[in-house]
T-cell receptor, first 114, second 113 residues
Framework: DSGVTQTPKHLITATGQRVTLRCSPRSGDLSVYWYQQSLDQGLQFLIQYYNGEERAKGNILERFSAQQFPDLHSELNLSSLELGDSALYFC?????????????FGNGTRLTVT | KNQVEQSPQSLIILEGKNCTLQCNYTVSPFSNLRWYKQDTGRGPVSLTIMTFSENTKSNGRYTATLDADTKQSSLHITASQLSDSASYICVVSANYGNNRLAFGKGNQVVVIP
């Protein structure tokens, strides 16, 4: 068990809708990262937060947004959903905000857009 | 072009046999290289992390090697078990930039009895 909790595990919704994915990092970890993994694709970095502040941004669409709250949990908001947004969304956490900090991944939220 | 290339994309091996997975990268300046194991439908789990000065690191039946000069790494699985069936992801970390982790697409390993 990595200690990173993601909810919900599965989500099925229709095109055009909006969903929120939630992540609770491992106890003591200040950084939260969001990744998207489409079928047969590698993990694509979306965004990183460190202690409540945005630290780095990757290939995140404008329809997507995220935030990290004072209790360090994070939410990823996906709006105006399209069929191509169907994927596994992973959250990872680390103690520090630098790239040499080990990452601990949750088990993901599987999003299906119909 | 992806900064981290893994080969083979997939392979099937018999239970009990050994196999070696390859990772070539172009990330520079290099900070560290990690191998993760990802079971189907689960999050990746760290196997090894190696810095520039480390040539080899083991975790049970998994042994990773690193040649920072040629920018190559390998992951060797000894005496494979059915539970080794998974995707093995090579991740390289750089010392600059906002998106500092470069992910390979993974080596899909299937162990058959």
């Amino acid at each position: 068990d990595s200690g990173v909790t993601q909810t919900p595990k599965h989500l099925i919704t229709a095109t055009g809708q909006r969903v929120t994915l939630r992540c609770s990092p491992r106890s003591g970890d200040l950084s939260v990262y969001w990744y998207q993994q489409s079928l047969d694709q590698g993990l694509q970095f979306l965004i990183q937060y460190y202690n409540g502040e945005e630290r780095a941004k990757g290939n995140i669409l404008e329809r997507f947004s995220a935030q990290q709250f004072p209790d360090l949990h994070s939410e990823l908001n996906l709006s105006s959903l399209e069929l191509g947004d169907s994927a596994l969304y992973f959250c990872a956490s680390s103690v520090g905000g630098q790239s040499n900090s080990p990452l601990h991944f949750g088990n993901g939220t599987r999003l299906t857009v119909t | 072009k992806n900064q981290v290339e893994q080969s083979p994309q997939s392979l099937i091996i018999l239970e009990g046999k050994n196999c070696t997975l390859q990772c070539n990268y172009t990330v520079s300046p290099f900070s560290n290289l990690r191998w993760y194991k990802q079971d189907t439908g689960r999050g990746p789990v760290s196997l090894t992390i190696m810095t520039f000065s480390e040539n080899t690191k083991s975790n049970g039946r998994y042994t990773a090697t690193l040649d920072a000069d040629t920018k190559q790494s390998s992951l060797h699985i000894t005496a494979s078990q059915l539970s080794d069936s998974a995707s093995y992801i090579c991740v390289v970390s750089a010392n600059y930039g906002n998106n500092r982790l470069a992910f390979g697409k993974g080596n899909q390993v299937v162990v058959i009895p």
